[in-house]
């Protein structure tokens, strides 16, 4: 034996299920393995040789506990009993698996088993375990939350956003970094260049222990005690667990880059085998059993895949596939009562805020700046004390990291709005937001009720960085909605409602506006609906289209050259309202699009192209985009007026009028 079990206090029954939960892991992988050369399943991560560490931490906590695994811990899924039929449909692409068909192996999640998988990327995991450990801290529910990482992923930005501010705010997570050795083909010695992973948490003022990754007793003991003691006294903790990777990163890639005797060694470490031998030597295990427990799991599993070999192939149904890139909102429109205030652009949506947080008590809000301070633009001035620190929350300057832990409180069931400093920042929390927020609803049933509020646009001298509108990084996303308002009376009932919708919005909002645009608006709380333009002005002429400061623009030029048109504010983007443009253009014959990001690969080019593909034959000219320059936002006034469209917009306006 290789290794040593120190089993004080740990009872026979237990120890058995440790077995056994580690024998059913490497059995359904012998299979998997099996099935792979014989060309039945595609692909297959191994986690041979690292089960001790699956099994050990899903069964040092509860079964309500949530673990989010990475793609080598079968041992997770196992070891919580999900049914093996539709697991086996989910690596075969079935329908009876956890995604449709429509994502592959490990990547899904289950509310019903408490386990969120993994999306490629690997590191945002991280960050929704943080914000699952938040869900249940505000819920006052003394739950841990495990969540696994390669030593690869500990070179990921997710890995320090999320230690940070899981130090911070003193959430209850343990990060089980699997150290096996090769990320893919590259070693230990060329991911990072301090002795143990676990100094890395020194740097976070985290609690970080080491742990012999294959020997189950030590995971399991050393995980159960610091998981009782951090639900008590809530706190994360970085477990670094030693082990190899057996075989190749996946089977096809092999391991001709590891040195044969480092194998060599970890093989006389196996973590079942010396277990085993552990158990028999204790009288735990006999030989009979033995036995009677392999032959059983291999009937188990056999009988499992023969259901999801017998299942049939999926076959695409169009309103199935589009119909969950959305959770489904039923729009319910709040009328106000009758008194208004004439305010500004920005106190409306400070008031939408505010009234919304008193609205739904589930709702937090987070973002840099925001508490006691109020934020940059004041917007949540008096919130803190008001809704108090829990529900308002400074956060560090880490986007990505927040926006993966809007998504944990989502599965929580709790709603966030995250205000985005500035909407050009939103780059730095760009793969979650296309990525996991997008996708999730699609991938696994799981719904992201997140608003990420976006101040954004030019006019104010703010340079490249501070005055980007940044909204067609989204529109192309299927999954996220987007909102543009360009009113203060639309911005607060548009806010409102994307707070109430359960799916992703990013809620433009431009500075221009914010001190500018006044409005009588209705004191009370009230909704307005997504995908519903409003027709600012009614002509016969021209159809102008336009959103957020670009409208303000058009109105002064067409007001100013006095031309009778019809002048169409989107509102919102993603739903895009296609009636009203069509029936607009379809009246006038002319239509030109006014837009105040760069012209290529805008919205602007997207609904010309609606419109010449649904109104062709009533148009009396080709359709005009104008929009800014094909070039960074610069800083001076003389610059970035030229930079932006206004001026040409009132001669591309004239020339469409000529045709
Ligand atoms: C952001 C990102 N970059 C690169 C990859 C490709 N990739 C997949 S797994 C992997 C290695 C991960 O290594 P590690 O975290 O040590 O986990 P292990 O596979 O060893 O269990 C890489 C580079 C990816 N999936 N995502």
């Not at 300057?397 to 993966?404: D, K, P, R, T």
């Not at 960085?465 to 009113?487: C, D, I, M, R």
């Not at 006014?594 to 080709?622: H, K, V």
Request: with cysteine; aromatic share 10%.
């Amino acid at each position: 034996m290789d290794l040593e079990f120190n089993i004080d206090k740990i009872s026979g029954e237990i120890l058995l299920t440790l077995y056994k939960s580690m024998l059913r892991s490497r059995l359904i992988e012998e299979k998997m393995l099996l099935l792979l050369r014989q060309g039945k399943i595609s692909k297959w991560f191994s986690g041979i040789g690292q089960e001790a560490i699956s099994v050990g931490i899903t069964l040092a906590l509860e079964e309500d506990e949530y673990i989010l695994p990475m793609h080598r811990n079968l041992g997770v899924f196992t070891t919580r009993k999900i049914p093996l039929d539709k697991l086996f449909s989910q690596w075969q692409g079935k329908l009876n698996g956890f995604t449709k068909a429509r994502d592959r192996s490990f990547h899904f999640g289950t509310n019903k088993y408490h386990i969120v998988g993994m999306i490629s990327h690997l590191g945002p995991q991280l960050g929704v375990a943080n914000g699952l450990a938040l869900s249940n801290l505000l819920k006052n529910e003394n739950k841990v939350t495990a969540v696994f990482s390669g030593e690869g992923v500990t070179s990921e930005g997710d890995f320090h956003e999320a230690l940070n501010v899981a130090s911070i705010w003193n959430l209850p997570v343990l990060f089980c970094i699997e150290n096996n050795g090769y990320g893919l083909s590259t070693p230990s010695s060329a991911q990072f260049n301090c002795k143990d992973i676990a100094d890395k948490a020194v740097g976070y003022g985290m609690e970080s222990v080491i742990v012999d990754g294959n020997n189950i007793i030590e995971v399991y003991s050393t995980v159960y005690k610091i998981a009782r003691d951090i639900r008590k006294n809530p706190r994360p903790v970085l477990i670094e667990f030693k082990t190899i990777r057996m075989r190749g990163h996946e089977e096809a890639s092999g391991t001709k880059y590891v040195p044969k005797e480092l194998l060599e060694h970890w093989a006389s470490k196996d973590s079942i085998e010396n277990f085993q031998e552990f158990l028999r030597v204790e009288n735990v295990l006999t030989e009979e059993m033995e036995v009677k427990y392999k032959s059983r799991i291999v009937s188990e599993i056999n009988d499992n895949l023969k259901k999801a070999f017998d299942e049939s192939e999926v076959s695409f149904d169009l309103s199935s596939e589009l119909g969950d890139v959305y959770k489904n909102f039923h729009f319910q429109k709040i009328t106000p009562g009758n008194k208004t205030s004439r305010i500004r652009f920005i106190d409306t949506i400070s008031d939408g805020l505010r009234q919304a947080m008193e609205k739904h008590e589930n709702l937090i809000i987070m973002g840099q700046d925001i508490a006691e301070y109020g934020g940059v633009f004041k917007i949540t001035d008096g919130f803190f004390k008001k809704f108090g620190k829990k529900r308002v929350r400074n956060t560090p300057v880490c986007e990505s990291s927040i926006i993966e832990t809007a998504f944990g409180l989502s599965i929580g069931g709790q709603k966030s709005v995250v205000e985005l400093q500035f909407s050009d920042f939103a780059a730095t929390g760009f793969n979650p937001i296309v990525n996991l927020l997008a996708k999730s609803n699609y991938r696994w049933g799981q719904n992201s009720d997140v608003v990420l509020r976006m101040p954004c646009g030019a006019g104010v001298g703010a340079g490249p960085f501070h005055s980007q509108t940044n909204e067609a990084w989204f529109t192309k996303t299927p999954g996220l909605k987007v909102v543009y308002p360009a009113f203060p009376y639309d911005a607060k009932g548009l806010l409102t409602t994307a707070i109430e919708d359960p799916n992703p919005v990013l809620f433009f909002e431009h500075k221009q506006l914010y001190r500018s645009i006044y409005q009588e608006v209705p004191e009370d709380y009230y909704t307005l609906p997504f995908g519903k333009a409003s027709l600012l002005s009614k002509g016969e002429m021209v159809t102008v289209i336009s959103y957020g400061a670009g409208v303000h623009w058009a109105l002064k030029i067409i007001k100013e050259i006095d031309i009778d048109a019809d002048i169409i504010d989107l509102r919102s983007l993603q739903p895009l309202d296609t009636e009203t443009i069509f029936a607009s253009v379809k009246k006038t014959g002319r239509a030109i699009i006014l837009q105040e990001d760069s012209l290529f690969g805008g919205i602007a080019s997207d609904i010309s192209s609606l419109i010449m593909e649904n109104c062709f034959e009533y148009l009396d000219a080709p359709v005009k985009r104008v929009a800014s320059l094909e070039m960074p936002i610069p800083l001076a006034s003389a610059l970035e007026s030229n930079y932006l469209p206004q001026s040409r917009f009132e001669i591309e306006l004239q020339d469409l009028l000529k045709y």
